[in-house]
């Protein structure tokens, strides 16, 4: 069985910065491309980010590149979203994800972390 549990949401101003975590347990977490998506209220749940098991390879979404970074620590089985120059569209609930495939979610899933962005 696999536990996704991701933190690291809150309110922050406009132009700021928050880091996003999220640990992996059950399963071999190095053999996991792992992935952030979002969900504004009464919109889609899209894609934000991912990042290949070796870190060899990471993806945006256009809306977030130059601003957030992905990365991950295997050793800690933790995956990390580094959120920078935040504005008020970023404001949504933040969810971990572990199988994702480069853009399509995988099966595990994180309760979800708000961030809210405040202008």
């Known amino acids: 069985q696999v536990s996704v549990a991701d933190t690291g949401g809150g309110l922050v101003q406009s132009g700021g910065s928050l880091r996003l975590s999220c640990v992996v347990s059950?399963?071999?977490?190095?053999?996991?491309?792992m992935g952030w998506f979002r969900q504004a209220p009464g919109k889609e749940r899209e894609f934000v980010a991912s990042i290949t098991w070796s870190a060899g390879n990471t993806y945006y979404a256009d809306s977030v590149k130059g601003r957030f970074t992905i990365s991950r620590d295997n050793a800690k089985n933790t995956v990390y979203l580094q959120m920078d120059s935040l504005k008020p569209e970023d404001t949504a609930v933040y969810y971990c994800?572990?199988?994702?495939?480069?853009?399509?979610?995988?099966?595990?899933w994180g309760q979800g972390t708000q961030v809210t962005v405040s202008s």
């Open positions: 059950g399963r071999s977490f190095r053999s996991w491309a």
């Open positions: 994800n572990a199988g994702v495939r480069v853009r399509t979610p995988g099966d595990y």
